[in-house]
T-cell receptor, first 114, second 112 residues
Framework: GAGVSQSPRYKVAKRGQDVALRCDPI?????LFWYQQALGQGPEFLTY????????KSGLPSDRFFAERPEGSVSTLKIQRTQQEDSAVYLC????????????FGSGTRLTVV | AQKVTQAQTEISVVEKEDVTLDCVYE???????LFWYKQPPSGELVFLIR??????QNEISGRYSWNFQKSTSSFNFTITASQVVDSAVYFC?????????FGKGTHLIIQP
């Protein structure tokens, strides 16, 4: 597609519920990133894929967070047993070559845990 | 670890004024890239500019200009003759060995 597409745009979850956030990167972009942006803060790195391989997951805040990209294109970020502190905007970005060409970001999914 | 500091949390100016957004970074890498992104209320991060660490030439794009100074580890962003549509949160970011690291952002308010 022309840009990075994320769905849903908004998600309200009850505490304890599991959620799945989807990212459809730009066609041909091998690198895919997930970021978490709390209110009034800058995006914080969660995890990085190159094709289907998850090369870095050092930013995932707990083992309740899990990401996958099984076919090297669409990625899903799953949060199990959501808690209020998980409320944030989750941004997905893709890139041809990280750094050199910059990242293209999606519009994000705003998750609110009530 | 690399770090990006945007000391200005919020700036408010009247339309047509010039405004400079500050960015200071820390890194041990010799090769790195610096970015500015704009985040309007819609939430999407819009890429504005990328500079590599070996290119200290300043850049001008219309009303936007960037001043990269390695000696002070700064990459400042100036908007000339600001417009209401420039109102947004602006993020400076650094890409290095630790990936892409963002500052906390500067909320720019342009009043008519």
């Amino acid at each position: 597609g022309a840009g990075v597409s994320q769905s849903p745009r908004y998600k309200v979850a009850k505490r304890g519920q599991d959620v799945a956030l989807r990212c459809d990167p730009i066609s041909g972009h091998v690198s895919l990133f997930w970021y978490q942006q709390a209110l009034g803060q800058g995006p914080e790195f969660l995890t990085y894929f190159q094709n289907e391989a998850q090369l870095d997951k050092s930013g995932l805040p707990s083992d309740r967070f899990f990401a996958e990209r099984p076919e090297g294109s669409v990625s899903t970020l799953k949060i199990q047993r959501t808690q209020q502190e998980d409320s944030a905007v989750y941004l997905c970005a893709s890139s041809l070559v990280p750094g050199r060409y910059g990242y293209t970001f999606g519009s994000g999914t705003r998750l609110t845990v009530v | 670890a690399q770090k990006v500091t945007q000391a200005q949390t919020e700036i408010s100016v009247v339309e047509k004024e010039d405004v400079t957004l500050d960015c200071v970074y820390e890194t041990r890498d010799t090769t790195y890239y610096l970015f500015w992104y704009k985040q309007p209320p819609s939430g999407e991060l819009v890429f504005l500019i990328r500079r590599n660490s070996f290119d200290e030439q300043n850049e001008i794009s219309g009303r936007y200009s960037w001043n990269f100074q390695k000696s002070t580890s700064s990459f400042n962003f100036t908007i000339t003759a600001s417009q209401v549509v420039d109102s947004a949160v602006y993020f400076c970011a650094l890409w290095g060995a630790d990936g892409l690291t963002f500052g906390k952002g500067t909320h720019l308010i342009i009043q008519p």
